[in-house]
């Protein structure tokens, strides 16, 4: 079995065993007669998530995308995400740490439909040329925008399969962190 089929199937059993709590957002804004305060309801509508990549062999690539946010309804979440990525190619001999962080929308038209976007704000090795020694490390702010399927786990897990494209693709660096279009991401959400 491939890696990423093994790596794919297992974030579908990790979210398949996660424990949240179920939000009804029908009924959820605490009213003056019920014991709920606020700062609970608050933190109700917290919601977990990112994804997690994972390439061995002579291109080794490990990436790691947490993300936290805040549900607004049962339509909309937006939030923050960190990220870091490390790649090294034992062939080339060269090694990349990426890391930043940056804010993302999800909006839930349907409830298999899944529009997203999200602007990063990445630090990474630029070379000079292909791999030469001559490097400088330099900010750059990928946006990215695109939509995907979205399969319901359970009443408060979802795994979002999306394809993205990085607009702000027309930096003049020689490394960009997402230099294709376009991206496919998974993510899981609870």
Known sequence: MKIKNFLFLFLILIAVNANAQYENFENTK???NTSQS???????????????GLSVGSVTAIEVNP????????????????TYE??????????????????????????????HAEAQYLNFKNYDGYYSRD?????????????GYRKRISDYICVNLMLLFNINNTSALRYNVYNSNPIVKINVMF
């Open 38 to 52: 606020r700062s609970d309801w608050f933190w109700e509508h917290i919601v977990f998530g990112g994804n997690i």
């Open 67 to 82: 993300c936290i946010g805040y549900r607004f309804n049962r339509y909309l979440n937006a939030g923050l995400i960190v």
């Open 135 to 147: 490097v400088e490390r330099v900010w750059d702010m990928p946006i990215l925008i695109g939509a």
């Open 86 to 115: 490390y790649f090294r190619d034992s062939y080339n001999d060269y090694t990349n740490s990426v890391y930043g962080g940056g804010l993302y929308a999800e909006g839930y038209p349907f409830d298999f439909l899944t529009i």
């Open 30 to 32: 605490p009213s003056n």
